[in-house]
């Protein structure tokens, strides 16, 4: 099991920065893909940016150039840096890992997500 707790979402006004964290919990092997999520009011989950345990990339078209995804394998942490923040930028902003047990089976996980508004 894996547990994933976001922190750093708030209300800012749109041209501002945020930085959101996730820190990974639990029993598991190795944890593999790591990535942002984000949901905004009345649409569908959308991917923002993901990060491969070896550091490959992908961001979505949308926040490239803006946003800055990180991770750091000790210690089990996520990160998303957000800078020139937009309106259309505003929803909750979820974590999410690939996880491997130490049966070799992987499984996905969620934070429980956190709220980011922006003003315009």
């Known amino acids: 099991q894996v547990q994933l707790v976001e922190s750093g979402g708030g209300l800012v006004q749109a041209g501002g920065s945020l930085r959101l964290s996730c820190a990974a919990s639990?029993?598991?092997?190795?944890?593999?893909?790591m990535g942002w999520y984000r949901r905004a009011p009345g649409k569908e989950r959308e991917l923002v940016a993901a990060?491969?345990?070896?550091?490959?990339?992908n961001y979505a078209d949308s926040v490239k150039g803006r946003f800055t995804i990180s991770r750091d394998n000790a210690k089990n942490a996520l990160y998303l840096q957000m800078n020139s923040l937009k309106p259309e930028d505003t929803a909750v902003y979820y974590c999410?890992?690939?996880?491997?047990?130490?049966?070799?089976?992987?499984?996905?996980?969620w934070g429980q997500g956190t709220q980011v508004i922006v003003s315009s």
């Open positions: 999410h890992a690939e996880a491997q047990n130490y049966g070799s089976i992987s499984y996905d996980y």
């Open positions: 639990g029993s598991f092997f190795s944890i593999n893909a």
């Open positions: 990060v491969g345990h070896g550091g490959s990339l």
